[in-house]
């Protein structure tokens, strides 16, 4: 049987063996399914086969980096029930697999995963370093693309709002989870306030009828 090549399926699981790619192809029939197919085969059909990465060299190059972070961009919508990403981790998936079809450049699940959280921590520091008073401004890395995500992603925070004269500084995580402990306990006093309030109110109230249905019937009695 005659497949016809789709494109590379490479999966944590399932990784390029050392003479062989798992791929996505179709059948005579028609019928789409994932097999693993010899380089040698690929290589005399004119497909270029990507690279083995060296487990020892996890580096990104800028180019995979920002391809990395439009993807996400892209995709983060579509995570959810009833969309094309049920997980997170489905979309790092995708984000793999779009890195050996699209860039050449193989990379597992968990290495895009952990290099977008790389990427939101370098450019945390970036801002926190340009919210400190004297120091010298540093670029954040991959500004646009993170523009992007973060009008989509609301768990990041935008950078800091600045002009000639005033500078608003992001405050530190650590005084804003006391000031929301602060918050919350200060709501629960006036709760209780209220709740004895209106406890005295209708406590006054059942007494005041009290006295009025004893004065209707010394009334009546008279």
């Known amino acids: 049987m005659t497949y016809q090549f789709i494109k590379f399926a490479i999966t944590e699981n399932r990784p390029i063996r050392p003479e062989q790619i798992l791929c996505d192809v179709l059948d005579e029939d028609g019928i789409e399914s994932q097999i693993y197919v010899s380089k040698n085969q ?65 990379k597992n699940a968990i290495q895009v995963e952990n290099r977008y959280k790389t990427i939101i921590k370098r450019k945390k520091n970036a801002i926190d370093h340009n919210n400190i008073s004297g120091n010298s401004r540093i670029d954040v890395p991959f500004e646009k693309e993170i523009k992007s995500i973060t009008a989509l992603d609301d768990s990041i925070e935008p950078e800091v709002l600045r002009n000639s004269n005033i500078v608003k500084k992001r405050i530190p995580d650590e005084i804003c989870k006391k000031k929301d402990v602060k918050r919350s306990k200060t709501d629960m006093a006036e709760v209780f306030l209220q709740i004895q309030r209106e406890k005295e109110e209708a406590k006054e109230r059942r007494r005041k009828e009290k006295m009025s249905l004893i004065e209707k019937i010394l009334s009546a009695g008279n």
């Open 42 to 106: 690929l290589i005399d059909n004119g497909i270029s086969i990507p690279e083995i990465p060296d487990n020892n060299n996890s580096s990104w190059s800028d180019g995979a980096t920002s391809f990395m972070l439009e993807k996400y961009a892209e995709y983060l919508p579509k995570v959810g029930p009833l969309k094309l990403f049920l997980k997170k981790k489905d979309l790092w998936q995708q984000i793999s697999v779009d890195l050996i079809n699209e860039l050449n450049v193989t």
